[in-house]
């Protein structure tokens, strides 16, 4: 079987794409080929997973200024040229999106050259690109439930989100530290509040491990203020091996994407979700929304933050060892992060493999 998958722009888009291609390429000894963006982080995850790679210079159109237009079109109807050509010469059975512009020039070329096409959409609200390909698309998986009615009933399949193999092979969590998302690229309020709410309940979390991920703005003053507090905190700006992160936790403070919540559906692991208020169509929210009404996770509104608030839910939930096992359970009943099995599956099914 020969499987074209494209992504582009963010992690949330890329490692979906890369976790489909390791479960094809092992599972089912697909060929893939990986096409994404020549300015982004596709490139450098691809040749890490040993994935053959090629680079389409596209731009995104949402958002764009009239005068930005017609050089975006041009530069895009160039990248579906290329994308047309390069599918002729790879023959693919499948092309499959996981988001981002790139893919939409992608997926469309593979349904013109009568290849089997798939979109993944990560979030309870699907992006622009994933909307419109929904449209087309042979198959739509979907990480939540389609409670908008964006994508077509007959082809959408609720799988959840695919993990890479490092995470989705680890067994249940048992962890017993607190973690603290401040995000990959950083969020400030959450560092703030968290800097703040842990000075306040010092006492109560004495002896506790407590790991911080700050991005990289705003490491040195949270390292800084945690020492001048005394409170011994493993913080760094990034975690290479989020493997090894997850298995400590007991409670995660975290934003509410799609694919962390995944990965802490997969351990088992019980969340403090401070949406992003920007997020595109308040989907953070509804991904929020759903965890919380499953009794697996708990909603601060980014308006509501505050390091006292924050500070209580932390206590409050850590000494309620029963209610934080039970939303623990909850979480990984919900199976968000079950994707790259039930993605692989549903192809080998509509392949006759």
């Keep these: 079987m020969r499987v ?82 390069a599918i002729r010469s790879f023959h693919p059975d499948w092309v499959i999106g996981t988001g981002g512009y790139v893919t939409g020039m992608v997926v469309l070329a593979g349904r013109l050259s009568g290849a089997k096409c798939a979109i993944q959409e990560q979030n309870s609200i699907p992006g622009l690109t994933n909307r419109i390909l929904g449209r087309v698309a042979t198959r739509v998986f979907m990480a939540f439930p389609d409670t908008g009615h964006a994508f077509p009933e007959g082809k959408s399949i609720l799988t959840g989100n695919p993990l890479r193999k490092e995470l989705a092979e680890l067994k249940r969590n048992a962890g017993s530290s607190l973690v603290i998302m401040g995000g990959s690229l950083g969020a400030h309020s959450i560092n703030v509040a968290a800097v703040e709410a842990l000075g306040l309940c010092k006492e109560a979390l004495a002896g506790m491990e407590i790991i911080h991920q700050t991005g990289a703005t705003d490491l040195a003053w949270v390292d800084k203020a945690y020492r ?69 996770g708990w909603i601060i509104p980014e308006t509501e933050l505050s390091a006292t608030r924050l500070a209580s839910e932390i206590t409050k939930r850590l000494h309620d060892s029963e209610g934080l096992a039970k939303a623990g359970l909850a979480m990984q009943a919900l199976g968000l992060g079950s994707g790259a099995e039930r993605i692989t599956q549903e192809i080998a099914s509509c392949s006759g493999v």
């Design 228 to 296: 001048d507090m005394g409170i011994k905190v493993r913080v760094r700006s990034f975690f290479d091996d989020m493997a090894e992160v997850w298995q400590k936790a007991r409670l995660v403070v975290c934003r509410a994407g799609g694919i962390t919540l995944s990965e802490l559906s997969r351990l088992g692991i019980p969340a403090i979700m401070i949406p992003l208020p920007g997020a595109a169509d308040n989907h953070q929210m509804e991904n929020a929304r759903h965890v919380s009404d499953a009794s697996a």
């Design 4 to 85: 074209i998958i494209t992504a582009g722009g963010t992690g949330g888009h890329i490692m979906p794409a890369i976790a489909i291609a390791e479960a094809l390429r092992e599972r089912m000894r697909a060929r893939i080929l990986f096409i994404g963006t020549d300015r982004g982080m596709e490139a450098r995850q691809a040749q890490a997973y040993g994935i053959d790679f090629l680079a389409l210079k596209a731009m995104g159109i949402k958002g764009k200024r009239i005068k930005s237009l017609p050089r975006a079109l041009a530069i895009n109807a160039g990248a579906f040229v290329t994308a047309l050509k």
